[in-house]
């Protein structure tokens, strides 16, 4: 029998496992190590030897399990999916009533529901968590979306506190709710995380093609808008991948890249599930849709062919300091809206899933380690921590106030993008949300006339109470 002498396991020593393993051992954890290729364990160890001592590795599943200190935690990083079922597996007739198991990846929350129906009858508890931050993150400080059942919390804190990211000294990670409450989490960060990226990257086409900045003059721009408002990571890694010279061209490295974004599906998860819970997610749905576009270049380049004659006003931006300031604004505002957006869904999740989702709590461990650290969040903690309930931040005055005088920016900046040809996808889709929400009779009795003259789907009146059909004239 081997000697019981790991905190904790961790299985999966890809990049994202690895990294965490270290921060285990460096924040005081003794860790065990398992991966299925063989040596990858002891390459770990060996490559950090100054964490050497708290670093446990493991030749085969079983010993990896006896390693552990009862009641056992383990955490899997290996990818999402199949391989997370497999894993479990294995363990399920090596653990005991009580123990713990982590999926650490980022999973469709709809499997951790799942997982954990499963797991949590057959002794051991199965917990679902979100980690945001990459590599870094995971290294040095993540932020951490806990979910499962509520009585393992307090054996996780104390393992998972010390490896956290840090706001203020404040560790940015939390119990969230139940089975599948920490992944669906991530899973919205991720969502926010592409709007983020994405209108980011709109301004920069407008400071590009419609004021004809160069990428150095763009960076400096970035580095004085996160010096206020918009202070947060997104535009500072923007700043410096604009200031990245290339040494094989001798050009900003950024002008090199070619224009296709991937993506391993997260942000198209948080869409789908807005769609499921009937909220409408406008600026998280372009840009997931404008990522699908930028991979197809090929067809671009064979359309742009077709258009080439469409001559556009691109004089409409000035390249003076009010045209930046406005673009400051337009930028700041749509992100309140994507991020009201964001919170929407989580809002709706909470209710359909009886999660009770700290929505205040889950901007306050976003505040450092993922990556929509911002200095923004403390705003939505405040607005879901004071005063009565929120349905949306647009109704909250603070940002209620902030949308009211930063529209005028978002309105002239789309206009003059659209009249210029720039596609703004997010940045107009956020105006879109705000305009629809905001206005008091919208255009869907139309459509209520139309369904029920084609389906007789009915539709409610305003003056009096009760479902109508009406008798249209013959079409
Ligand atoms: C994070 C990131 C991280 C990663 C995702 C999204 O919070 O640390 O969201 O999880 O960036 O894999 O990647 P894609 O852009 O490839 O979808």
Redesign the pocket.
Known sequence: MAEKIADLGVVGLGTMGAMLALNFAEKGSEVALFNRTPGKAEKLAAENPELAERLHPQTSIEGFVASLRSPRVIVLMVNAGTAVDEQLEVLAPLLDKGDIVIDAG?TDFNDTVVRNRRWDNHGFHFVGMGV???EL?ARHGPSIMVGGDQRVWSRLKPLLEPISAKYDGSPCVAWLGPDGAGHFVKTI??GI?YADMQMIAEIYSIMRDGMKLSASQMADIFRDWNERGLSSYLIEISATVLAEPDSKSGKPLVDVIVDEA??????RWSVIEAQKLGIGATTLEAAVSARSLSSLRKERLVTGKIYYDIILTDGAFGADQASVAELEAALETAKIIAYAQGYAIMSAASREYNWDLPLGEIARIWRAG??IRSVFLKDITQAYETGGEVVNLLQEHSFAKRVSEGQHALRSVVAKAVNAGIPVPALSASLAYFDDYRRERGSANLIQGQRDLFGAHTFRRLDSDGTFHHQWPAV
């Open positions: 980022n945001s931050g990459g993150g960060h991720n995380e991937g993506q391993k599906g997260t942000g993922c990556i």
